[in-house]
C-alpha cells in the first residue's frame, strides 16, 4: 500500500514540476499576444490617420488644380503639363503640390500661358523660398523682370538667383530689389541695360543705405540723363 501511495506521490510531483513551465509558456504568450495586439491597433490608428491625411491632401490639391484650370482655361495636354509642373514642383521643394497649384494660378493671373507659367514656376518657388516670401510677391517681382526686359519664362531661375546674389551682397532683400526695379527697369530695359548690371547697380545703392524707392530713382534718373545728356555732358562723353 505505501509503495503504490509513494508511487501515486511521484507520479503526481512530476506533473506538477511539468506543468508549471508549461504555464509559464502559457503566460508568455499570452502577454506576446497582447502586446501585439495593442501594436497591430496601434499601427491601424496610425494607417487611417496617415490614409486621412492623404485623402484630405488630394482633395485641397484638387481644388487648387480647378482653381488653376478655371483662370488658365487650360485643357487636355496644357493641364496635364500644369499638374506635372506642381506634382513635381512638390516632390523637389520645401513647397507643397497644392502650394505649387496655387503659383499657377498667380502666374496665370499674371497673363502667362499654361506652358510659360509651368516654365517660371520653379524660378517663382525658388525667389519664395529663398526670403520665406509670399508666393503671390514672389510672382509679381520674378514675372516684372521677365516682361520688362523681355526675357523667355524658364529664364525665372535665372531671374531668382540674380536676385538672391544681389541681395546677398548689399544686405537687402529680393523683394528690395524687385521694388527697386518697378521704378528703374523699363528704362534700363529700353536702353538695352542687361538685367544683370541693372540688379548690380541697385545693389550698389542699397549696399551705400539707399532704399528701393532711392535707389530706382536714382538709377533711373542716371539712365535717363546718359540718353539726353547736356551740352557739358555730351563734350565729356565724347572727349
Known sequence: MST???????????????????????????????????????GAAAAAVAFGAAIVAAGRFSAAMSRVQAVSRATGGDLALLRDSALAMGRTTRFSATEAAEGLTLLAQAGFSARDAAKALPGVLAAAAAENMNLGRAVEIVSQALVQFGKPADDSGKIANLLASGAAASVTSIENLGQALTFA?????????????????????????????????ALRNILIKMAAPTNAAKEVLDS
Request: hydrophobic share 40%.
Open 185 to 217: 527697369g523699363g528704362v534700363a530695359s529700353n536702353m538695352n541695360v542687361p538685367i544683370q548690371d541693372a540688379v548690380t547697380a541697385l545693389a550698389l545703392f542699397a549696399k551705400g543705405g539707399e532704399d528701393s524707392t532711392r535707389a530706382g530713382t
Open 4 to 42: 503504490r501511495s509513494e508511487t501515486l506521490r511521484i507520479i503526481i510531483a512530476a506533473q506538477d514540476s511539468a506543468s508549471k513551465p508549461l504555464r509559464i509558456v502559457q503566460t508568455e504568450v499570452k502577454r506576446l499576444g497582447e502586446t501585439m495586439s495593442r501594436w497591430l491597433k496601434r
